[in-house]
């Protein structure tokens, strides 16, 4: 095992990384043998981590291992050198099943040999500039970039996305020169007429005609009863007049205030939904801020009590249920053997429960069952259990709990909840629902179910995050990797975004699955309008202008396109420091020796006069002379982000946690998910530089660093280094989708 774990590590995986991998018994001899393989063409010490993270992705990745050395080889020689190349590779050998395999057509399929020059891709936008030339001179920044971007990727297949990117940028910049103020003025929208929900739309939508295709199924206060598989007691009608004096018809929904696990995505959805109806119907406050009603609301551990007194010892009396004694095991599945305790005396099972509540029993020695079958045909489910675990409300004071078959419909008619609405999991427990509430002879409410909201590239299960957080591959709960509520807050999603997103995805009752980067686009809509610029750089170039007059302040706004929302003042003085990827020696569209650039709002251009490198031949700093960029003969075809004094500080940078969309699928992940974990999904930069207006921001306060990202400052600041978490950046990546 050492051997292995100095073998995984020699090509880039963390310790940490390395140990999981072992734990996956089939990607751990998969990846061996590729790298022994790519071992044979570079030596012992000559895969390097580039070469490294292909050569697990294909690992991680690839079923049909008879395929491995062949790939391997092709990853060794770097004929096969990017993600794109790989991706193509697996495709095509996947589609190939068959030997022997033309090996001439996998090389054209992947890309081998194909060499995209700069010259190349210069010339690729140009074309696509001109081809658009009018329709860009005419709405200037406002035209749609992705198109160009579209139609250069396509002329150029295998050529890096950021490179085709960063030309369009430029050669866009050089046509149109900077934005002027008429560009960052907001597009006015057409008017519409407002919704009277006043609702974030969907397709045009307002939230009550959302909800309207399953709504108007559900029945008014009061009239349970016209609800289909509603059953209807001698005792009903006078139950449901008792209910309506107490309500005073108002709807009524509530989420569950103690739900089965941490709070994530799809329990947004959930609060949404409960909270949106009931304020389409009767205008209650709006969400995320909707928790602090649930908060409200009884728990069903403060009702702990009255379940056991007035309603399980009362079911007990009644018949409707027995102490049993039958293995957690046997009563797993559908085709659970019957109970041979099902007709014990009533006085016996009285007994019985008494001792299990004082804890005369083992845990999975007796538990409560009801007698009766559930709607997938499923007999006698569980009511109370014995766990010799504290709550973390009532302490020790119980070793017996209750299930959710048993609290579920009790705590809904305690609260005199008209619409039940959960997801659609949960409609075999519809029967049981309305059953017990009539065994006790209790307002029975509705229960009402739904599609449920997934997201690719993730997973909620609770049991699941417990392996991510117990084998280190996150922090915790709320690691800004996670789809959990705390861990979008510690990243920095804002609560509106959120309940944005849940709007846009609507109500159905099919199963909903969503790609993360249509959140993340809600996010950006939020984020636009309310995180303050600032600037910050990640890796820092040293930059002298030798001859500025003076050190002075220069006034950033804190929203460009609206400067009357504020501003800040930063300072600027004859040490910079600016981004290292803005300066290239030559061949480049913003900094470089026979080119210069303008500094963001400083109104200055800078001039480069000598070039700085150690003694490995980087360049390590600059020197530079400045003008104003008023005395300029023509406009510098780029404006870059700059720092002077500014803070230290960490920067995170977090990517998708998963590799694949379902991660959770054996037929997409065989090795279970976490042997799809992405390596680079968490990149720390710890000498990272922000200019000096963030200065006494609190936690998840969130900023926009001008040309990077949005970010939020995260819970391990102190007051000596301040944590910035990217929530997400500027732009959605194509290469993502």
């Known amino acids: 095992m050492a051997d292995a774990l100095t073998l ?195 397709e045009g939508k307002s939230l009550m005609e959302q909800l309207r295709g399953e709504a108007l199924k559900f029945h008014k206060p009061g009239e349970n009863y016209k609800t289909e598989g509603y059953v209807v007691t001698p005792n009903t009608m006078n139950l449901l007049k008792k209910h309506l004096e107490i309500t005073g018809g108002q709807i009524r929904t509530r989420f569950p205030p103690e739900p089965n696990g941490i709070l994530h995505i799809g329990h947004a959805k959930a609060i949404n939904f409960n909270f949106g109806y009931a304020k389409v119907q009767v205008s209650i406050s709006p969400l995320l801020h909707y928790t602090r009603h649930a908060a409200d609301l009884p728990a069903a551990s403060s009702l702990f009590s009255l379940s056991y007194t007035a309603f399980c010892l009362f079911l007990s009396f009644r018949g409707h249920a027995y102490v049993c004694h039958q293995k957690g095991e046997e009563l797993k599945g559908h085709n659970v053997p019957p109970s041979p305790w099902r007709d014990r005396p009533v006085e016996e099972s009285l007994i019985l429960f008494e001792r299990m509540k004082k804890g005369l029993y083992a845990e999975g ?53 008209t619409h039940s609405l959960c997801t659609k999991e949960f409609q075999a427990r519809r029967s049981s629902y309305f059953w017990l509430c009539n065994a006790l002879d209790v307002y029975c409410p509705v229960q009402w179910e739904y599609g449920r909201l997934n997201l690719t590239y993730t997973v909620v299960s609770k049991r699941k995050i417990i392996k991510l957080v117990e084998t280190g591959i996150v922090r915790d709960w709320d690691d800004p990797r996670l789809f959990t509520l705390t861990a979008l807050r510690r990243r920095g999603f804002p609560a509106e975004a959120i309940n944005n997103f849940c709007a846009r995805v609507g109500v159905t009752v ?106 490995q031949g980087k360049v390590v700093a600059l020197e530079v002379t400045c003008c104003s960029s008023t005395e300029t003969a023509e406009k510098p075809k780029a404006f870059i982000h700059w720092v002077s004094q500014p803070l230290k500080c960490e920067v995170r940078l977090y990517e998708r946690l998963f590799l694949h969309r379902n991660p959770e699928d054996p037929s997409e992940v065989p090795g279970g998910f976490l042997s799809d974990i992405n390596p680079n999904s968490l990149q720390v930069i710890s000498s990272a530089f922000v200019d000096s207006s963030v200065k006494g921001a609190k936690v998840f306060d969130k900023f926009q660093f001008e040309r990077v990202g949005y970010f939020s400052l995260d819970p391990d600041s102190t007051a000596d280094k301040l944590v910035f978490n990217r929530t997400v950046t500027l732009k959605e990546d194509p290469g993502k989708i």
């Open 8 to 202: 995984f590590t020699s090509i880039g995986l963390s310790e940490q990384k390395a140990k999981e991998t072992l734990k996956n018994e089939a990607l751990s001899s998969a990846l061996k043998d590729a790298i022994v393989q790519a071992q044979r063409v570079h030596g012992p010490s000559g895969v390097d981590k580039a070469m490294g993270t292909l050569l697990y992705s294909m690992a991680s990745r690839l079923r049909d291992t008879k395929r491995l050395a062949f790939l391997s080889d092709h990853i060794a020689q770097r004929k096969i050198c990017t993600e794109l190349q790989l991706a193509a590779a697996l495709d095509f050998v996947k589609s190939h099943p068959q030997d022997p395999m033309n090996q001439k057509e996998f090389e054209d399929a992947c890309g081998v040999g194909v060499v995209i020059t700069p010259e190349q891709i210069e010339d690729a936008v140009e074309s696509v500039i001109k081809k658009h030339k009018e329709q860009l001179l005419k709405e200037r920044y406002r035209f749609n970039m992705g198109l160009l971007m579209g139609e250069a990727r396509t002329a150029l297949k295998w050529a890096d996305g950021k490179i085709i990117k960063n030309e369009v940028d430029m050669q866009v910049l050089h046509l149109l020169g900077p934005k002027t103020e008429a560009d960052l003025e907001k597009k006015p929208k057409p008017q519409k007429a407002k919704a009277p929900e006043n609702e974030m739309n969907n």
């Open 365 to 417: 020695e007796a538990t409560l069952r009801m007698k009766m079958v559930m709607e997938d045909g499923k007999m006698d489910p569980v009511a109370y259990r014995i766990k010799y675990t504290p709550h973390h409300r009532t302490g020790d004071e119980w070793c017996i709990y209750p299930t959710y078959d048993y609290t579920h419909c009790l705590c809904d008619s305690i609260e005199n909840i």
């Open 510 to 615: 099919a199963q909903v699955t969503m790609e993360p980067h249509l959140l993340e686009a809600c996010v950006r809509d939020v984020l636009n309008e309310t995180a303050p610029r600032a600037m910050a750089v990640l890796e820092p170039l040293k930059v002298t202008i030798t001859n500025l007059p003076e050190n002075s302040d220069v006034r950033v706004p804190d929203f460009p396109a609206n400067e009357a929302k504020g501003s800040h003042v930063v300072p600027f003085t004859r040490t910079i420091f600016i981004e290292q990827s803005d300066f290239r020696e030559k061949g480049y569209k913003r900094l470089t020796p026979e080119q210069p650039v303008g500094l963001r709002h400083a109104g200055y251009v800078i001039f480069v006069q000598r070039v700085i490198k150690d003694s």
